[in-house]
């Protein structure tokens, strides 16, 4: 089974909130109970950076502008409110399965 | 603070073998169940996840790149390896390595290297 992420381009206005979507057709719960759900964002040019785990645990010095929410098979990335930083690609990945999403390009409107 | 460091060559001809070298240097690991990963990004395209690691012993492939990748590590935990065989034009990407660990804040990418596949 797949990760399908949506959308695929996401344009957004600085300031304003903005979602990303993963969804699967299988039951992500793991056998321990947890689900092993994260995100990550890619900048232009740079290397990828884990923003999520869990679903909604932040990594290290991510901003709390950044929250994860969803469960079994669906889960949502938000941002409260885009800053210019923020632009890149971003992906999903279930980490029991190993299923990577498609990535979701967040830019400018 | 963990640093990752991918290395190996830049440019291999059709069908030869590939290996590239992951370095972990800096702060130690301070978990026992992180893995060690290698993704991939053909030119203009998005990431790819290649497979995965246990320190805890496991490893898991992405089941459609077929058999072709092999990932190790040596035995002072420094250092991963990935191997491709056979390799293409397709395989031309930038490589990424990553510690990473699903228990807790732990996330760790090399800044990757670009691999050209090429007579």
């Known amino acids: 089974f797949v990760m399908t992420q949506s959308p695929l381009s996401l344009p957004v206005t600085l300031g304003q909130p903005a979602s990303i979507s993963c969804r699967t057709s299988q039951d992500l719960v793991n056998t321990d109970g947890i689900t092993y759900l994260s995100w990550y964002q890619q900048r232009p040019g740079q290397s990828p950076r884990r923003l999520l785990y869990q679903v909604s645990k932040r990594d290290s010095g991510v901003p709390d502008r950044f929250s994860g929410s969803g469960s079994v098979t669906e889960f949502t990335l938000r941002i409260s409110r885009v800053e210019a930083e923020d632009l890149g690609v971003y992906y999903c990945l279930q980490g029991t399965y190993w299923l990577l999403g498609q990535g979701t390009r967040l830019e400018i409107k | 603070q963990v640093h990752l460091q991918e290395s190996g060559p830049g440019l291999v001809k059709p069908s030869e073998t590939l290996s590239l070298t992951c370095t972990v240097s800096g702060d130690s690991i301070r978990t026992t169940s992180f893995y060690w990963g290698w993704f991939r990004q053909p030119p203009g395209r998005g990431l790819e996840w290649i497979g995965s690691?246990?320190?805890?012993?496991?490893?898991f492939y992405n089941s459609s790149l077929k058999s072709r990748f092999t990932m190790s590590v040596d035995a002072s935990k420094t250092q991963f390896f990935l191997t491709l065989s056979s390799v293409t034009a397709a395989d031309t990407a930038v490589y990424y390595c990553?510690?990473?660990?699903?228990?807790?804040?732990?996330?760790?990418w090399g800044r990757g290297i670009q691999v050209t596949v090429s007579s």
């Open positions: 690691l246990y320190y805890s012993g496991g490893a």
């Open positions: 990553e510690v990473g660990d699903f228990w807790s804040a732990t996330d760790y």
